[in-house]
């Protein structure tokens, strides 16, 4: 039988908490072969390690988010080794760096509420001690990037790097950047989101990667898939903003399928061999 992977998700996410038995539900009957679920925080850890354990499916992922850098504890560091060595599936992210939360995020963005907003040098001695750990242990790691993919490129080029390669996520850089990322040892998630009318660049990118780097995410509860293409949908938020529902993860494939102008057989064998080459089994 034909499985989905999602390179990229949120399972922990408290927004996704009312909805949760639903959600398993419905991804049992897709089905959802593997979801790496990323943790962000020392806080959500644990949640992501408790997922885990009663979902096989689930490939836990701790890391520092770059939006989290500026309010982690001081013991952050050896909490992130002690949670890798107490879990032997896990795997590394989300971690990276992100300039957008200093020059282009609102003061008033709900999300970044009550966070010390860290700067790119704090962000990048946490990304680099990050990345150092997951190239000693050959883990696979997942990286976010906003407005920082010359830094990221700087970073990555000069630093020790998993021999498996990493994961930049809902990649939206350039198509010349990606050749460079690519030498690197970079696979490239695709997003739903970029399914919007407004993200053609995006997608025009998507259509010349190498298809032996590709995987496919949700990121779910965020960037929602645009609602044609959201056969799945929650509970909004309070504000009103949409919730992505993991399972729209077979929108995303179907999305990618008609980018590549492949059968989605082709792709979801392709995708799969990928998922395991960098994630593994």
């Given at each position: 039988m034909l499985s989905f992977f999602d390179a990229h998700n949120h399972l922990q996410d408290a927004?996704?908490?009312?909805?949760?038995?639903?959600?398993?539900?419905?991804?049992?009957?897709?089905?959802?072969?593997?979801?790496v679920v990323n943790g962000t925080a020392e806080s959500d850890w644990p949640d992501v390690t408790a997922l885990a354990e009663a979902h096989p499916f689930i490939?836990?992922?701790?890391?520092?988010?770059?939006?989290?850098?500026?309010n982690a504890g001081a013991a952050w560091r050896d909490r992130l080794q002690?949670?890798?060595?107490?879990?032997?599936?896990?795997v590394?992210?989300?971690?990276?760096?992100?300039?957008?939360i200093l020059e282009r995020a609102r003061p008033d963005d709900s999300r970044l509420m009550g966070l010390r907003r860290a700067s790119l040098v704090e962000q990048r001695e946490a990304f680099l001690w990050q990345l150092e750990i997951a190239a000693q242990r050959n883990l696979p790691v997942t990286?976010?990037?906003?407005?920082?993919?010359?830094a990221l490129l700087d970073a990555l080029r000069n630093a020790v790097r998993p021999a498996r390669g990493f994961l930049l996520h809902a990649y939206a850089g350039s198509a010349e950047l990606a050749r460079e990322f690519a030498a690197l040892g970079a696979y490239f998630s695709f997003n739903g989101y970029f399914l919007?009318?407004?993200?053609?660049p995006k997608r025009a990118t998507f259509a010349t990667l190498p298809l032996d780097r590709l995987l496919v995410e949700t990121d779910a509860p965020a960037m929602p898939p645009p609602p044609e293409h959201r056969p799945y949908s929650l509970t909004g938020l309070a504000d009103g903003n949409?919730?992505?529902?993991?399972?729209?993860?077979?929108?995303v494939y179907a999305g990618l399928t008609a980018l590549r102008d492949?059968?989605?057989?082709?792709?979801?064998?392709?995708?799969?061999?990928?998922?395991?080459?960098l994630f593994g089994p």
């Open positions: 927004w996704l908490s009312p909805h949760r038995n639903q959600i398993f539900t419905d991804l049992k009957q897709i089905p959802l072969a593997a979801a490939r836990p992922s701790y890391g520092l988010h770059p939006w989290n850098v500026g002690f949670t890798l060595d107490s879990n032997p599936r896990a590394i992210g989300e971690i990276g760096l992100d300039r957008w990286l976010h990037c906003i407005d920082a993919w010359g919007g009318k407004r993200h053609a949409p919730l992505n529902h993991p399972a729209n993860i077979v929108a492949l059968p989605v057989e082709s792709l979801i064998r392709q995708v799969d061999e990928n998922f395991q080459r």
